[in-house]
């Protein structure tokens, strides 16, 4: 029999990006549960908080990136360019936690640092950085998808004499006007930065490890009539893109590319790629460019070919092409591949001609060639999914730490509970749909939220998933991955990035409709998988 403890509070919400203030949203001011929300930073916005860095912005449309779960906020917030930057992101989280009064549950500058289960009262006990413990019948993290930096350990990094930052930590006092400026690395964040900054800085050099396919964002003003008219759409809106695979509030395509023309597949290429974004050229010109090798390679020459009309320089645009196959998580930016025409931009390939070290006074290569650098920037994005999860002390039954579960790769149940972890979940945990992000988080809070829900109306004490529900989700989502491209590539999304990490499935494929359907289904068969235990300490399945 378990001990009755009475918990400091019903929940405890880790993280303030998205993903936690909804939470906290739901559970207090929905559930009318006492919750304590922690952030480590010193503000509320996650990654919105953390990434200052120029160029800094969201690749989704802004009409798609932000919460839909109330009417009145999706109208009085308005917008002026097709996406949002940092600023305005970290704006609207902001007004969000003041509308509905969560900045007195919220403690910032607050970092968790481990959280374990006491299966003698059946309760949390979250510990933090300076030494304080709070108990709790639940506890959601909200940890971050793209949160814990990875900081390549390059030879000679703690001898750069000048300002060595990673873009996940951008200092607001840096300013690189007229520096020169090195920057490692050109995933989303790098290609962000380096077409913001050349503008800027007196020089810069780009160290790229691995070409990219970056297409047009398309990014511009957008006028009043416009955001009225998106608003009047809204409800058709948010329709489509709870139903849809990715989530980017664009109709995905039904046809085949090598079911037309060669001259149809150019034209539906080029009209794409006028209208700008990443996932729109990936998803809304055919729908088989992520499972149909052909289909792929026509949409990677077309880029290819861009890069060829767009680049001065024969050797940079060689440099620039990549050659594997475009199944990496899509890129866009307005004029990426423009900025290497500028005198003052220059690209060094470090597969070619690898990073031998840094020193005080920038990089030197491996055919020793000293860079000389005021700033250099790691853009080297992150331990991704599960990353923060590992550094924190986070221990479910018989103490065993969550790293240990996780030995073959991150797992869960449905990319939201973790077997051995009762009344624990994860907002984008392991195995959560990959798409436009924000949706999928309003999904998860709002089963998250309705599960705890039942167990408080029902008299369970606990809810755990069962090492089978697991496994089976697991399976299913490693089945869906392989059918798919993308794991033939070499990437973030399979934690390719990280030195001596296992190479791993990571993400739900088959889009946001399916994965909201699936958990409808879980839902209405009694949250099957899940081990609910009665206060009497009887359990169902």
């Known amino acids: 029999m378990s001990t009755t403890r009475t918990p400091d509070v019903d929940a405890i919400v880790i993280g303030a990006g998205f993903g936690g203030i909804y939470?906290?949203?739901?559970?207090?001011?929905?559930?009318?549960?006492?919750?304590?929300?922690?952030?480590?930073?010193?503000?509320?916005?996650?990654t919105w908080y953390f990434n200052r860095y120029p160029g800094a912005k969201s690749d989704t449309e802004g009409f798609v990136y932000r919460y839909s779960f109330d009417k009145d906020l999706l109208q009085e917030w308005d917008w002026t360019t097709r996406y949002l930057g940092q600023p305005e992101v970290e704006r609207y989280l902001n007004h969000v936690v003041?509308?509905?009064?969560l900045r007195r549950d919220?403690?910032?500058?607050?970092?968790v640092t481990g959280a374990t289960f006491d299966e003698d009262a059946d309760l949390w006990a979250v510990t933090t950085a300076d030494g304080k413990c709070l108990t709790s019948r639940y506890v959601v993290n909200g940890l971050g998808l793209l949160a814990k930096s990875n900081i390549p350990d390059i030879p000679g990094r703690d001898s750069f004499a000048g300002p060595l930052v990673h873009t996940n930590a951008w200092p607001e006092d840096l300013d690189i006007t007229g520096k020169r400026v090195g920057v490692i690395g050109t995933g989303s964040t790098g290609v962000q930065f380096i077409t913001a900054a050349a503008s800027r800085v007196g020089h810069l050099t780009v160290f790229q490890r691995s070409p990219q396919y970056v297409v047009p964002s398309g990014n511009r003003p957008v006028d009043q009539?416009?955001?009225?008219?998106?608003?009047?759409n809204f409800d058709a809106i948010w329709d489509q893109v709870k139903n849809s695979v990715v989530a980017f509030g664009f109709q995905e395509s039904g046809v085949e590319a090598t079911s037309v023309s060669a001259d149809e597949r150019r034209r539906v290429f080029q009209e794409n790629w006028d209208k700008g974004n990443g996932f729109r050229f990936m998803f809304g010109t055919f729908c088989d460019i992520a499972i149909d090798p052909?289909?792929?390679?026509a949409a990677a020459a077309f880029i290819r070919s861009k890069i060829a009309e767009t680049v001065d320089d024969p050797e940079?645009?060689?440099?620039?092409?990549p050659e594997d196959l475009y199944a990496k998580r899509p890129l866009c930016d307005q004029g990426y591949y423009e900025t290497y025409n500028r005198d003052n931009v220059e690209l060094v390939s470090i597969l070619e001609n690898p990073i031998h070290t840094i020193t005080p006074n920038g990089v030197r290569t491996a055919d020793g060639v000293e860079h000389e650098l005021d700033v250099l920037v790691f853009a080297t994005g992150f331990d991704a999914v599960d990353g923060n999860y590992r550094a924190m002390d986070l221990r479910g039954r018989g103490g065993r730490h969550i790293g240990e579960h996780w030995t073959d790769g991150p797992t869960s149940y449905l990319g939201l509970s973790k077997a051995g972890f009762p009344n624990m979940f994860m907002i984008l945990g392991p195995n959560g749909p990959f798409t436009n992000l924000p949706p999928s988080i309003e999904a998860q809070v709002d089963w998250i939220g309705e599960l705890i829900s039942h167990a408080q109306r029902n008299g369970v004490r606990m809810v755990e998933p069962t090492p089978e529900a697991e496994d089976g989700w697991t399976a299913t989502c490693t089945e869906i991955a392989h059918m798919t491209l993308f794991p033939k590539a070499e990437s973030w999304i399979f934690g390719a990035n990280i030195p001596g990490k296992k190479?791993?499935?990571?993400?739900?494929?088959?889009?946001?409709?399916?994965?909201?359907?699936?958990?409808?289904?879980?839902a209405g068969n009694d949250y099957e998988g899940f081990v609910q235990t009665k206060q009497n300490d009887t359990a169902s399945v």
């Open 225 to 232: 009539s416009e955001v009225d008219e998106t608003k009047q």
């Open 503 to 522: 190479n791993a499935v990571m993400f739900y494929m088959a889009g946001i409709g399916a994965y909201r359907q699936k958990l409808a289904e879980v």
């Open 106 to 111: 919220i403690q910032l500058n607050t970092e």
């Open 23 to 46: 939470m906290l949203h739901k559970l207090r001011n929905e559930l009318g549960l006492t919750v304590q929300g922690f952030e480590k930073g010193g503000g509320v916005g996650g």
């Open 294 to 297: 052909d289909a792929n390679a």
């Open 98 to 101: 003041d509308r509905f009064d």
């Open 316 to 321: 940079t645009a060689r440099k620039l092409t």
